[in-house]
């Protein structure tokens, strides 16, 4: 949903947009101009990333590479992992800790326990570190939410743009929410709208092509988010777990602690008689008194047909909390979330990809080596 603000608001806050604007475009001429240098690294890095706060389905998208590339690669993830406990960098390994490396790579780890994940805010000090494991090194580095992270230089760089805040419509911070200015587009390889609605209309196509006014190099695709199946979040203490389509008579307390929950209790709606939502902050790390008024809230929905539902990402927290009501491990389920491309676009996207991907002389090398 849009984050609007009033005329007044707008006049009172533009000149800290315009001073945040310069500092910001300062910045990115520094290194334009290579006074603010760009490593560049041996094995091929995919930088995935926006420039509005907020979430925009990076992981989602993260996944889809992961998927698209592990069959034949050895396939890294790099993050931040924001709201971590620990500090520098940290691999991921079965035993780590959502509060020690973060809920979204902890997901990625939990999803994909073949690949390497790591984090560490320090992006090239990462990547070094990644490339000397012991363990053995990636062939590709995935780096998530990396588009402002310009002291690595990546091979292929994605912007993503959510459809319901559109950078074109949107203002610099503090006025708006756009992290740089929507020039900054112009560094993407690739260019993906998500969290599009199934049925967008082909002008809606034509129109927002326009408004973007890409550059030759550039390739624009459109994307949607659909769910899995709801998953019990503690399948020991569950008898006869519940799927969408049995669920219609039910009354549902949706949980999230999301940038942006508006579309997931949309999708929701379709499938429960009624709904209760309490909306946390993005990557909300529960307290013991959250957990209470969860359980309060819960004790409250009168149908004794009735179960919790919350996000993927907020599942890895609340599994992993030790002080998690007993009483509620029955009830709560999640519901993972994936990416699909409209009007089939995905092989197309796949193709571009490796397009990309084969500039990287070392990549071609890999290739070449694995089809001998």
């Known amino acids: 949903m849009k984050n609007e603000r009033s005329l007044i608001e707008k006049i009172l806050l533009w000149p800290f947009s315009l001073l945040y604007g310069l500092v910001v475009g300062l910045r990115n001429c520094l290194f334009n101009w290579g006074v603010l240098p760009s490593e560049s690294f041996d094995v091929p890095v995919v930088s995935v990333g926006n420039i509005t706060v907020g979430g925009t389905g990076k992981t989602p998208i993260s996944e889809y590479l992961i998927r698209v590339l592990k069959g034949n690669y050895k396939v890294g993830l790099l993050s931040r992992g924001y709201k971590r406990k620990s500090n520098g960098y940290k691999l991921l390994t079965s035993h780590s800790l959502p509060s020690e490396v973060g809920d979204e790579p902890y997901q990625i780890k939990r999803k994909f326990p073949e690949i390497m994940v790591a984090v560490d805010a320090d992006r090239r000090r990462g990547i070094r570190n990644m490339l000397s494991e012991q363990t053995g090194k990636p062939d590709i580095i995935v780096l998530d939410d990396a588009y402002q992270h310009r002291y690595v230089r990546p091979t292929v760089s994605i912007l993503l743009i959510d459809y319901n805040r559109m950078i074109t419509e949107d203002h610099l911070l503090p006025m708006g929410q756009l992290r740089e200015p929507v020039s900054s587009k112009n560094r993407a390889n690739m260019i993906v709208i998500t969290k599009c609605p199934v049925d967008l209309k082909p002008i809606e196509f034509r129109l927002i092509r326009k408004n973007l006014k890409l550059y030759a190099y550039q390739s624009l695709f459109f994307t949607t988010l659909t769910y899995g199946d709801f ?63 969860i359980e309060k809230e819960f004790e409250k929905i009168e149908n004794k047909q009735k179960i919790i539902l919350t996000t993927e990402k907020d599942a890895v927290r609340l599994m992993n909390d030790s002080h ?43 290739v070449f080596n694995k089809r001998k």
């Open 324 to 366: 998690f009501p007993k009483s509620l491990m029955k009830y709560i389920y999640y519901v993972p979330l994936y990416v699909k491309f409209l009007r089939e676009e995905g092989a197309d996207f796949d193709e571009k990809l490796f397009e990309h991907l084969e500039l990287n002389k070392n990549f071609c090398n890999l």
């Open 231 to 293: 998953q019990p979040l503690f399948p020991r203490r569950v008898n006869c777990p519940l799927t969408q389509k049995n669920v219609k008579n039910f009354s549902a307390l949706v949980v999230t602690g999301i940038a942006s929950p508006y579309t997931f209790e949309v999708y929701l709606k379709n499938y429960v008689k009624e709904m209760v939502s309490i909306n946390y902050s993005d990557h909300h790390n529960f307290s013991e008194s959250d957990l209470k008024r």
